[in-house]
T-cell receptor, first 116, second 113 residues
Framework: NAGVMQNPRHLVRRRGQEARLRCSPM?????VYWYRQLPEEGLKFMVY????????ESGMPKERFSAEFPKEGPSILRIQQVVRGDSAAYFC??????????????FGAGSRLTVL | DAKTTQPNSMESNEEEPVHLPCNHS???????IHWYRQLPSQGPEYVIH???SNVNNRMASLAIAEDRKSSTLILHRATLRDAAVYYC??????????????FGQGTILTVHP
């Protein structure tokens, strides 16, 4: 049973380019969460999605960032016109359906974005 | 969300037990206590969770105070591989928190050979 798969593991972009990070949740998981970890900082929640729905995007920067989780295929975190401050590790997590305080999140290994 | 307080760092020797404390004095009756850890250059990893009773699994034990205002993660025999940042997080499915984990600064655990 494969875990949460993220790709690419490492991505280098020049300022102004677009970055697309993909996340395939664990089998049977329908909830996806994206977190960002800036260098030497903690993990910050960005967005929570279910299939075809954004449930909570309270942690997403107002501009340039978007996320989707289509009916088919992986969840995608898209960063347009990247800037150096976007350089970070982006982690995806998934959890089973249902709302419970006992929900356990399974994290991927992360995608490390470097903006030159 | 109710907050947790953890020491910034702790040290241990290999093969000795480690007790990582967490204070959560404003915990509500429906908050679960979760522990995750993040090894260097890796994604966070679930360790254990509990509500009221002490819990054991293959990785660790969780001791929860009777008033639930504090808890302790116990690693019975630390190994070098246990060196990580350990996060104590409260999770409540009610309101807007559903399954969203809010990470604090955590405790940096250093394990000496």
């Amino acid at each position: 049973n494969a875990g949460v798969m993220q790709n690419p593991r490492h991505l280098v972009r020049r300022r102004g380019q677009e970055a697309r990070l993909r996340c395939s949740p664990m089998k049977g998981h329908s909830h996806v969460y994206w977190y960002r970890q800036l260098p030497e900082e903690g993990l910050k929640f960005m967005v929570y999605l279910q299939k075809e729905n954004i449930i909570d995007e309270s942690g997403m920067p107002k501009e340039r960032f978007s996320a989707e989780f289509p009916k088919e295929g992986p969840s995608i975190l898209r960063i347009q016109q990247v800037v150096r401050g976007d350089s970070a590790a982006y982690f995806c997590a998934s959890s089973p359906p249902g709302r419970s305080g006992a929900n356990v999140l399974t994290f991927g290994a992360g995608s490390r974005l470097t903006v030159l | 969300d109710a907050k947790t307080t953890q020491p910034n760092s702790m040290e241990s020797n290999e093969e000795e037990p480690v007790h990582l404390p967490c204070n959560h004095s404003t915990i509500s009756g429906t908050d679960y206590i979760h522990w995750y850890r993040q090894l260097p250059s890796q994604g966070p990893e679930y360790v254990i969770h509990g509500l009221t009773s002490n819990v054991n699994n293959r990785m660790a034990s969780l001791a929860i105070a009777e008033d639930r205002k504090s808890s302790t993660l116990i690693l019975h025999r630390a190994t070098l591989r246990d060196a990580a940042v350990y996060y104590c997080i409260l999770l409540n499915a009610g309101g807007t928190s559903y399954g969203k984990l809010t990470f604090g600064q955590g405790t940096i655990l250093t394990v000496h050979p």
